[in-house]
């Protein structure tokens, strides 16, 4: 007989199924406005949308139809889950499935609720893992970017004498260069991940947009100098774009019956000297010789 809680939307964080009493999906996108003289005035250039990030109220009870062991082994399993800060699937009832993590854990147990607990518990999408960098950038992104970063420490060299720069700008620029520097370490380095090259550009990104709005550049001798920030920050931005585009995604496999995961490199490469490469990118599997039905493997295609 249906109950009130086989009506609640049912969630799925790695293997633990539970029903949640209110679901949160907070998520922005990521923006910025253009307000330097040289650009036309609230030009808004959209930079993608932010990481989602769901609170979802899980009520944790040992008497629930259709959720076995869920109080209070399931509900101990998740907790450590968010104690180890460790990424799996997250099956949400209306946005989908996607890698994630615990961020927020606030357990809580009321004296009406004798046989469980509930958990208000902070999920926070993991996209770190979505993509190697692996020969995805190429050189012409690296060179635009030295480059640009060149251009801006020479048009420096050249006004800094003349302006009255505060130390926040000047340390501005020492980031510029350091970041442009990091990256082509980075580009150069093709077994690194992806995000990592991203998360350089991303904040070299930023860190123009600082010095385009600082107040210290609004001088009309400036100009030259903003312009090759500018110009830096469009390389950034583009190198970011082709890396977007060129991403590798990685491939999920469903295991179908128990098997050793050496028999899961085979089905998925018919290889199986490809374990290692399973198991570096699966490390919460247990038991390489019984890898349970249903488990979710991540792996990258050839």
């Not at 679901?23 to 330097?36: K, L, M, Q």
């Not at 979505?130 to 060299?157: I, P, R, W």
Request: proline share 5%; glycine share 6%.
């Amino acid at each position: 007989m249906p109950t009130a809680q086989t009506g609640l939307p049912i969630t799925q964080f790695g293997a633990i199924k539970f029903p949640g009493e209110t679901h949160t999906v907070d998520g922005t996108g990521r923006h910025h406005i253009h307000e330097y003289p040289h650009t036309p005035g609230g030009l808004v250039e959209k930079l993608g949308r932010s990481l989602y990030e769901i609170t979802i109220r899980g009520n944790f009870q040992a008497t629930f139809p259709g959720f076995p062991d869920l109080y209070p082994n399931g509900m101990q399993t998740i907790r450590g889950y968010y104690e180890q800060q460790t990424t799996l699937p997250l099956v949400h009832p209306t946005i989908g499935t996607f890698p994630a993590f615990i961020t927020k854990w606030r357990q809580v147990k009321e004296a009406r609720l004798l046989s469980g607990e509930k958990v208000d518990i902070t999920f926070l999408e993991d996209q770190s893992q979505q993509f190697q960098l692996a020969d995805l950038v190429t050189s012409a992104d690296d060179t635009t970017v030295a480059s640009s970063a060149a251009q801006v420490a020479t048009e420096l060299a050249s006004v800094r004498a003349q302006l009255a720069l505060d130390q926040k700008t000047l340390n501005l620029f020492d980031g510029v260069q350091q970041l442009s520097q990091a990256i082509g370490a980075i580009a150069d380095t093709a077994t690194l991940y992806g995000n990592v090259y991203g998360a350089k550009l991303q904040a070299l990104s930023a860190t123009c947009a600082s010095l385009e709005s600082s107040f210290a550049l609004q001088d009309a001798r400036a100009w030259p100098l903003v312009d090759a920030v500018l110009s830096l920050w469009q390389s950034a931005n583009l190198a970011l774009q082709d890396l977007q585009s060129k991403r590798v995604q990685m491939n999920r496999y469903i295991v179908p019956c128990n098997e050793t995961l050496t028999d899961v490199a085979i089905a998925i490469y018919s290889d199986a000297s490809r374990l290692s490469d399973l198991l570096s990118l699966n490390p919460l599997v247990a038991d390489v010789l019984s890898v349970q039905a249903g488990t979710t493997i991540l792996y990258y295609p050839d």
